[in-house]
């Protein structure tokens, strides 16, 4: 019999207590071949059928152990292995289970010092009790297996420091579960060094473990090695002076140890300087861009991306790196931000791709080069315009760009013509002698230089660099060939892409790719209507989407294919049978409380349709999520603000009414008209007194909340949904009204087509925001459609009841009318009408639309000075209550 | 030789004619108006050209102007007049608006919607077709000067809901709206006025329009065309470019810091 039978046979034994088991550890002794001895195996199996008399589960993690560290560790370690797990069973089959599991990453390493750390650990938390080494097992083993050594060796190091302390159950509980999830939440290039200055905290007092890891959310995690130790160290001072305003200093909740933060804080996270940005992008341009970090670009681009990118668009968002710290200072890396955004920004201001798309690149036989020369030609184009409009960017950016620029320089070497070109046109670097000496460089060269100043005029258009790439292509396509390295991949050529300074390049593949659903659409009503023998080119469809965030109307059409084709063509039509319909929903499940019913303005009838439109009347199901609650304590800086903000809004105690027949006091100016009065012989006027009344704002306010389905969508790099960010507005807003006293009520609306509009109660004006109305709040959940127009006449309806002096209705949403047979046109008509009659009975309407682009269409909706557009939906808590307090200051 | 009222009426014209570049048909609508004897509401944003366009008007019209800033303590008899005491008698002293009406003047109620609406009401009489003015304390009604007219400003954007003008008011007006000009013509205008050449007024144009885009982002109102032009007196005088902006146009239009170092920002990149 030979060793292989031998061993076969050792296995089958395990057949008897399970046969699948049995087939899994062949199945896998079998690919290691040779190196399996019987001894081994032989132990495998004994203490398998051990594992297995004590506990089904058990006995298969030791198989599945043994079975993965036979062939790749030695016999000792095997030993080694056979002894730890024999010691945790002896704790019971939940703990050897673990141990079997989890220990074999670890031996495999054959890293002594991290196996000693690991067996320490785990006696300290077993001392606890079983229930603390699941989860902290689990991430060690995920460490371990992405590579993380000395991570996994700190963090075992951070779970002997916690689990040697005096731990009641739930402070164990509470470790074992937020330790693993918190450590593996640091960034991995900080994650050590902030290991261990959490471990500090721990020794020192293993109750600053909670403030100190919600200072790290809140920002700490930014500072750098250095400043973070000097932080701890301040912190520490305090604690033993004061141990609350220790905890408040680490927890980033007291004055100090957020300005202690700022000051030491060297790196910028993006998000510290995003409404900054977004706002500059908004006065720069006039358009919706906003900012997001370069890690939240979708996979299929950043798959088309150098690594180094730095910066790029797709025409909606600008991405920059989640945070900058290259810089010494702080403001040197804020400028860093701002400096890529202005340089970015001009590809929108001057209209980069603003050019027929369509093949173009393709069309060259080497599009790395095509592309490459593009670029050139439209930074330099992008130069000189920015040169003639805001001489002081290229005064204080371009001096950035040529440093980078030129440190990139050997890395270019392959293209030295292309990078030249790049370094003389687009950034003004004056070329070195040797470069003008180069044989390869000089001929080619200045032939494209001589282009590119010949055609050079006034204030080029984006056409200007297409062209030359068209002319100066087969220049430089001789020249690349010549230089070709034959190590260099797929390009055919072996042209290797031009690297520009922070590589700001326009990005046409991701402009043009970035929106797959408005290319479908584009296409679709390309076809539409070529059908109808009307040419007009995809990409010009495409940006008009891009520009009106999926909307588009006739008249965009009619500009884009030009009014003579378009004749009497029923455009509507056309676009109605091109583009997608709205979703049917199931209903919610809650009764009506009670139904409406209500007319909608038909805009082809020029009529209104009267009961046309059922609306039940809901209640919220309360939920106890304790959102309400989280928002005041997350909010909690912004919401004191508003506060004290929304106290200056409530009238002066009393004011001074003049003239008046009886009062406190002589109106001195009105005595002396009654004195000069009677010495004219005139009757005197007795209104000659001051009273002093005390003031009331009178002031009723329905905040209407669109809860459509689009509002489960996320807001840009965050968990949160447009939803959750409006809730959060409205707890803020409540807050905020609470302290003016002015009389408010909050709704949220849905449906599915016009039987089946739902307008949900969240607070009515007769209650306080009381534990029902947070409830409420916190149970909000976005639902189906929006149809607008009859949860405007309903809620105005309700105001209409209201004696206020002031009737303000402020509606909240996240884009246009549509639902079921109401889109586009007739939407936009029925809202626009709706929106009418409520300004007819006096009830003034503003409406705030978040998470788009500014677009004009909502003027024509809502009128130009009765809505809003937040553009980044973060911004709507702060932004709200200030709208409110601009609408109805006194 | 000339009485009282003629001295005081010639003291009102304006010698000198105002700068004005003319935006759309304002001019023929002003004058039409005042041919029709009727009265005309000014709208638009401060700092836009409204007072300047009335000067201009009361000049090529060759009529006197009285000008009244409105606020929230303006009375009735501050428009119409009141009883003084002179030399132990009583003497009555008309009120610009009485002035005007007498005189065939351009009365300007600047910023109509901050004075009381129980002041408001006093023009109501002016502005149909009685053109009467009620001088109760003397028993008078005076028939207006075919040349009076009454001409209101007024700034409908950004206003809170709880101060607007009536219907009442509203409705007895012809209204001209009024905006910031087009770039070009607004960079004469401020190369003009502020007495800097076109390259720097148009700079300082370009700035203001990128302000105006954040309008209600951040800050009430865009930068006017009357701040450009105080920035471009101080770079006249020697201010560099990018402080004049500072001073003359962000520091007005907000405190906030964020929004200033947006405006900051701005300047840096087009000084």
Redesign the interface.
Same mark, same amino acid.
């Given at each position: 019999m030979n060793a292989n039978n031998c061993q076969e046979n050792t296995v089958e034994t395990l057949a008897v207590a399970d046969p699948e088991l049995a087939e899994r550890v062949s199945h896998k002794l079998m690919k290691k071949g040779g190196a399996v001895s019987q001894q081994a195996i032989e132990l495998l199996v004994r203490e398998t059928l051990w594992g297995l008399s004590l506990e089904f589960s058990f006995g298969q993690a030791i198989a599945g152990g043994y079975a993965d560290l036979i062939g790749e560790t030695n016999s000792e370690c095997l030993q080694t292995y056979a002894e730890l797990v024999r010691e945790a069973g002896r704790h019971g089959p939940t703990v050897g289970r673990m141990i079997a599991t989890y220990l074999v990453t670890v031996l495999k390493l054959g890293n002594n010092h991290l196996l000693g750390r690991f067996i320490q650990a785990t006696t300290l938390m077993r001392a606890k009790g079983s229930y603390t080494l699941k989860e902290p097992l689990e991430g060690l083993d995920s460490l371990l297996k992405k590579g993380e050594v000395e991570s996994a060796a700190v963090f075992l190091g951070l779970l002997m420091d916690t689990f040697s302390h005096e731990l009641t159950y739930s402070r164990c509980q509470y470790f074992a579960s937020v330790l693993p999830k918190k450590f593996l939440g640091f960034d991995p290039s900080r994650r050590i060094w902030q290991t261990q200055q959490l471990r500090r905290i721990i020794r020192e007092d293993q109750r600053l473990a909670d403030p100190f890891l919600d200072g790290m959310e809140k920002g700490l995690k930014f500072l750098s090695q250095d400043a973070l130790e000097n932080f701890i160290d301040r912190g520490l001072k305090k604690y033993h002076r004061n141990r609350r305003a220790g905890i408040r200093f680490f927890a980033l909740e007291s004055g100090t140890g957020l300005t202690t933060c700022q000051e030491l804080q060297v790196t910028v996270p993006l998000f510290q300087v995003r409404?900054?940005l977004n706002?500059?992008l908004?006065?720069?341009?006039?358009i919706g861009l906003t900012v997001r970090t370069l890690s939240s670009l979708p996979k299929s681009f950043t798959e088309t991306l150098p690594k180094s990118s730095v910066v790029c668009s797709d025409g909606t968002f600008i991405y920059l790196p989640d945070e900058i710290g290259d810089f010494r200072t702080k403001d040197d890396n804020v400028m860093m931000y701002?400096n890529l955004i202005?340089l970015e920004a001009a590809f929108y201001e001057f209209e980069s791709f603003d050019f027929n798309h369509d093949n173009f690149f393709a069309q060259f036989p080497d599009e790395d080069l095509a592309v490459d020369l593009y670029t050139i030609f439209e930074l330099a184009r992008i130069r000189i315009l920015l040169l003639h409009?805001?001489?002081?960017?290229v005064r204080?950016s371009y001096p950035l760009l040529r440093d980078e620029a030129l440190r990139l320089r050997y890395e270019n070497t392959m293209t030295e013509t292309v990078f030249w070109l790049y370094a003389f046109l687009a950034l003004d670097l004056p070329i070195t002698d040797a470069v003008k000496r180069s044989a390869n460089v000089q001929d080619t060269f200045q032939a494209v230089v001589q282009l590119f100043i010949g055609e050079m005029t006034g204030s080029p258009t984006v056409d200007f660099s297409t062209e030359l790439v068209l002319k100066t292509f087969p220049l430089l396509n001789q020249t690349a060939e010549s230089l070709a390295d034959d190590h260099t991949p797929a390009t055919g050529s072996g042209y290797r892409p031009l690297i520009p300074a922070f590589n700001w390049r326009p990005w046409p593949h991701l402009y043009f790719s970035a929106h797959p659903e408005y290319d479908r659409l584009a296409q679709k009503l390309m076809i539409e209507l070529a059908n109808r023998g009307i040419s007009v080119s995809k990409s010009d469809l495409k940006r008009r989407l891009l520009e009106r965030n999926g909307f588009i109307s006739s008249e965009d059409i009619v500009d884009i294919a030009g009014q003579n084709e378009i004749g009497h063509l029923d455009i509507e039509k056309i676009l109605e049978s091109s583009l997608s319909q709205g979703r049917d929903h199931y209903r919610s499940g809650t009764a009506a409380d009670r139904v409406f019913w209500y007319r909608e303005w038909d805009n082809k009838l020029a009529d209104y349709l009267h009961d046309h439109v059922r609306l039940s009347e809901r209640t919220v199901p309360v939920a106890t999520n304790d959102f309400y609650r989280q928002t005041l304590s997350r909010h909690y800086p912004l919401i004191r603000r508003m506060r004290r903000g929304f106290e200056l809004l409530k009238p002066e105690a009393l004011s001074i009414l003049?003239?008046w027949v009886e009062g406190d006091e002589f109106d001195y100016?009105a005595l002396l008209?009654f004195a000069?009065?009677k010495?004219?012989g005139?009757m005197p006027s007795d209104r000659i007194y001051i009273k002093r009344m005390k003031n009331q704002r009178d002031?009723a306010v329905l905040l209407l909340v669109d809860l459509s389905h689009s509002t489960s969508s996320l807001t840009s790099e965050s968990q949160a949904s447009v939803l959750d960010v409006e809730k959060e507005a409205i707890v803020i807003f409540s807050e905020a009204l609470e302290v003016v006293g002015d009389t408010f009520a909050i709704a949220g609306f849905s449906g599915t087509g016009r039987l089946g509009v739902d307008y949900y109660w969240l607070k009515y004006f007769d209650e306080t925001t009381n534990e029902t109305v947070r409830y409420r709040i916190d149970a909000l959940a976005p639902q189906r459609n929006t149809r607008m127009g009859a949860a405007i006449r309903h809620a105005s309806r309700q105001l209409e009841k209201l004696p206020a002096k002031?009737r303000?209705l402020i509606i909240l949403g996240d884009g246009f009318p549509n639902d079921v047979d109401y889109k586009r046109r007739y939407a936009i008509a029925d809202t626009r009408q709706a929106l009418l009659e409520v300004q007819s009975k006096n009830i003034?309407v503003h409406a705030i639309t978040v998470n788009i682009a500014a677009d004009p269409q909502l003027d024509e909706l809502y009128g130009n000075?009765h809505h809003?557009v937040i553009a980044d939906a973060r911004e709507l808590p702060d932004r709200l209550p200030w709208i409110y307090g601009?609408?109805?200051?006194? | 030789m000339p009485d009282e009222s003629q001295l005081y009426s010639e003291s009102h014209l304006i010698d000198e004619e105002p700068y004005y570049r003319q935006i759309g048909n304002e001019v023929n609508i002003f004058e039409a108006a005042h041919q029709a004897k009727l009265p005309l509401m000014l709208k638009g944003p401060t700092g836009c050209g409204k007072t300047r366009f009335v000067e201009y008007m009361a000049y090529r019209l060759q009529l006197p102007i009285i000008t009244v800033a409105c606020h929230e303590?303006l009375?009735a008899?501050d428009l119409i007049g009141?009883?003084?005491?002179k030399h132990e008698e009583?003497v009555?002293l008309d009120g610009p608006l009485t002035r005007a009406v007498r005189m065939g003047a351009i009365c300007y109620l600047d910023e109509i919607v901050e004075a009381r609406k129980d002041t408001t009401v006093v023009i109501h009489p002016l502005t149909d077709n009685r053109r009467m003015l009620s001088i109760d304390?003397k028993g008078e009604y005076i028939q207006a000067h075919p040349n009076f007219m009454i001409v209101i400003s007024y700034n409908?954007?950004?206003q809170?809901?709880?101060?607007d003008l009536k219907q009442s008011t509203r409705q007895r007006f012809v209204s001209l709206k009024f905006n910031y000009p087009e770039p070009l013509k607004e960079a004469e205008i401020v190369a003009h006025e502020g007495m800097v050449d076109l390259d720097t007024a148009s700079r300082l144009v !370009?700035l203001a329009g990128? *302000?105006r885009? %954040?309008r209600?982002?951040?800050l009430?109102e865009g930068a006017s065309t009357r701040l450009l032009i105080y920035a471009a007196q101080l770079i006249t005088r020697g201010i560099p470019g990018?402080e004049a902006c500072r001073h003359a146009v962000c520091l007005p239009l907000t405190d906030d810091t964020?929004?200033l170092? !947006?405006l900051h920002?701005? *300047?840096?990149? %087009?000084?």
């Open positions: 409404q900054q706002r500059y908004l006065a720069r341009t006039g701002k202005r409009h805001y001489p002081g960017l204080r003049r003239q100016r008209d000069l009065d010495k004219a005139l002031v002031v303000l003034y000075i809003s601009a609408l109805t200051k006194d | 303590d009375f008899s009141r009883y003084l005491l009583t009555w304390k409908p954007g950004y809170s809901v709880l101060k !370009t990128k *302000i885009n %954040i209600e982002h951040g009430t990018s964020r929004v170092e !947006t920002d701005l *300047i840096d990149d %087009i000084f």
